[in-house]
């Protein structure tokens, strides 16, 4: 874990605690709407566009500590400090007219605001979808996606750029105002990603349950590699792998100082917050408490 400068860590630090997060909702609210559970499609459009805006937030210079989940006040904050980035591509809302029946985006924000608040998974909130939800859904995350970046900040000289497409700009925000639709951060999937072919969506309940199927069906299926691994998956979260750099290196002054930047900016659980505090404040914590706790 090396990095840069104070802008490259936050920037590193926005991808896993956001971005990545939110790229994984942006799918899973595809899916849903595409299987039928529309209920769920809003519960993740939610998560996804409130992680992207959290993104572009932090970024630019705002604090997220106490944003909420209220993605329409989000909105509000990128429509007033980022409104040419905005304003540039919202024309491609008159060429989807024919499928799209309100012509402004917090119409739909304000929709998946609601329809995703927590208590649609309780079956609590009435909803309506529509295709132009899914459209709009689908091309406003993209674009405040875009946006998680410091928009200020010049190419390549905080961090490497190696990306083509930033070639000839001065800043991130230079190269988004001339290429409206371009995404700085790629977009990665799963490296394992397998979908049996089903013909009703009640096979999927089926499959592979022995509550449904025989036993003898189960074991002779070809089971995917995403579910039949010889090593099980796993991911350390960025906040992990933080704590143990820091405590490892605790000279690294551009972890420390991006720690610091993290508590201030962005809302972490009592917990979390509580040890980086502890950690940062006493250079011994992690070795006396930590490393002779698991007994190294």
């Not at 040419?84 to 029946?101: A, N, P, Q, R, V």
């Not at 132009?132 to 390549?156: E, P, T």
């Not at 420390?256 to 509580?274: F, H, P, Q, V």
Request: contains cysteine; aromatic residues 18%; negative net charge.
């Amino acid at each position: 874990m090396q990095f840069e400068s104070i802008q490259h860590f936050q920037s590193v630090f926005a991808y896993n605690h956001f971005v990545s997060q939110a790229d994984t909702n942006y799918i899973l609210a595809k899916i849903s709407a595409l299987a039928g559970y529309h209920g769920e499609f809003y519960w993740n459009a939610a998560q996804s566009l409130e992680k992207y805006m959290k993104a572009c937030l932090v970024l630019n210079g705002h604090k997220v500590d106490r944003f909420g989940h209220k993605i329409f006040d989000g909105y509000k904050i990128i429509e007033e400090n980022f409104e040419e980035f905005i304003k540039f591509k919202s024309d491609y809302i008159e060429e989807l007219s024919e499928i799209i029946s309100v012509r402004d985006y917090k119409y739909y924000i304000s929709k998946i605001d609601n329809m995703g608040h927590p208590d649609v998974r309780y079956g609590m909130i009435s909803y309506n979808f529509g295709t132009d939800d899914f459209v709009i859904f689908c091309y406003l995350s993209q674009l405040i996606r875009s946006l998680s970046i410091g928009l200020d900040w010049k190419i390549g000289q905080y961090f490497p750029e190696s990306d083509p497409g930033a070639d000839g700009y001065e800043t991130y925000g230079d190269l988004l105002r001339n290429n409206p639709l371009y995404q700085i951060r790629e977009f990665y999937f799963p490296q394992k990603s397998y979908f049996p072919k089903f013909d009703n969506i009640n096979q999927i309940r089926d499959y592979m349950d022995v509550t449904y199927t025989d036993v003898n069906d189960i074991l002779s299926t070809k089971v995917p590699n995403t579910v039949n691994c010889e090593i099980p998956f796993f991911r350390n979260s960025f906040l992990n792998l933080l704590f143990h750099h820091i405590g490892k290196s605790p000279d690294d002054y551009l972890a420390r100082e991006g720690a610091e930047w993290m508590l201030n900016n962005i809302y972490l659980d009592r917990e979390s917050k509580k040890v980086f505090r502890l950690l940062l404040d006493d250079p011994q914590y992690y070795s006396v408490e930590i490393l002779s706790s698991a007994g190294e």
